[in-house]
């Protein structure tokens, strides 16, 4: 079974904290991607990583990929209440054919 | 979400009837997954197609669903005599080519079984 696992499940905090929330799994993936999804819509790509040691920035969000490429973190810096929302990580293993999506970390910024 | 349009949006069902979820993948992708959400969970893989082809199904139930993505028009996820279970939200994506590193989302269909 391939199994993404992401923590926390759920994360409140106020607004201008930094948080890092984790997605692991015993597998190791060719690439890995993060999606935020807002209720009632689909999810949306952040990013894509690539290569173990990776790290990609996109404004105040920081994604890392590690060494052995089984593990990713998102890392926010300053949260504000528009990066509330489900992240989901998702990880496509070499020989899958499909990608594998983490259960979510919820969070939830409040101003 | 990079042009994959689903719809309907939200489809309302009676217990026994069928639900045909359509999705329109990105122009130019040829392949296109299907997932299943249910509240305050994550994405549930059910099938894989490439243009008139099933690549891997080994996420969909082989009873009530069958999915198809012929070589002219939208991909079609077709549920039979729904039940109260299969109550959800269902979302396509399309990627350029087999195992992609990216897939971009549509919005979704809300499948509600009353």
């Known amino acids: 079974t391939q199994l993404l696992e992401q923590s926390p499940q759920f994360l409140s905090i106020q607004e201008g904290e930094n948080l890092t929330v984790y997605c692991n799994s015993s597998s190791v993936f060719s690439s890995l991607q993060w999606y935020r999804q807002e209720p009632g819509e689909g999810p949306v790509l952040l990013v894509t990583v690539v290569t173990g040691g990776e790290v990609k920035k996109l404004k105040r969000l920081t994604f890392q990929f590690g060494d052995a490429r089984k593990d990713s973190s998102l890392h926010i810096t300053a949260a504000q209440p528009g990066d509330t929302g489900l992240y989901l990580c998702?990880?496509?293993?070499?020989?899958?054919?499909?990608?594998?999506f983490g259960p979510g970390t919820r969070l939830s910024v409040l101003p | 979400n990079a042009g994959v349009m689903q719809n309907p949006r939200h489809l309302v069902r009676r217990r026994g009837q069928e639900a045909r979820l359509r999705c329109s993948p990105v122009k130019g992708h040829s392949h296109v997954y299907w997932y299943r959400q249910l509240p305050e969970e994550g994405l549930k893989f059910m099938v894989y197609?490439?243009?008139?082809?099933?690549?891997?199904e080994s996420g969909m139930p082989k009873e009530r669903f069958s999915a198809e993505f012929p070589k002219e028009g939208p991909s079609i996820l077709r549920i039979q005599q729904v039940v109260r279970g299969d109550s959800a939200a269902y979302f396509c994506a399309s990627s350029v080519e087999l195992r992609t590193t990216e897939a971009f989302f549509g919005q979704g269909t809300r499948l509600t079984v009353v």
């Open positions: 998702a990880g496509l293993h070499n020989y899958g054919q499909n990608f594998v």
């Open positions: 197609l490439q243009k008139e082809n099933i690549i891997d």
